[in-house]
Nanobody, 127 residues
Framework: QVQLVESGGGLVQAGGSLRLSCAAS????????AGWFRQAPGKGREFVAA????????YYADSVKGRFTVSRDNAENTVYLQMNSLKPEDTAVYYC????????????????????WGQGTQVTVSS
């Protein structure tokens, strides 16, 4: 049974930084694609970033490209999301997820491709 626990959320001023962590247990973490999604109040959940099983490939939503960096430490079964130059519109609950049957051709951005999800961590950016 795969379990994911996010941490690192909080309140930050616009222009600030936060680093989210997602610790995984169960399964074979190093074989899975990891993704980050977010859900703002009153909106649907949207893709933020994904990283390949070995960490060599990444994929970002246009809205965060150049500001956010996804990384992973397979020895620690943890995936990270470094968020810089935060904007009020980045305010959301952030979720990590694992794609346990990843495509060899692309990193998934659709929620349906991710089978396991964390409980989420709140990020609030004040203006």
């Amino acid at each position: 049974q795969v379990q994911l626990v996010e941490s690192g959320g909080g309140l930050v001023q616009a222009g600030g930084s936060l680093r989210l962590s997602c610790a995984a247990s169960g399964g074979t973490f190093g074989r899975y694609v990891a993704g980050w999604f977010r859900q703002a109040p009153g909106k649907g959940r949207e893709f933020v970033a994904a990283i390949s099983s070995g960490g060599g490939r990444t994929y970002y939503a246009d809205s965060v490209k150049g500001r956010f960096t996804v990384s992973r430490d397979n020895a620690e079964n943890t995936v990270y999301l470094q968020m810089n130059s935060l904007k009020p519109e980045d305010t959301a609950v952030y979720y990590c997820a694992l794609d346990i049957n990843p495509s060899p051709f692309y990193l998934a951005a659709a929620m349906a491709d991710y089978e396991h999800w964390g409980q989420g961590t709140q990020v609030t950016v004040s203006s």
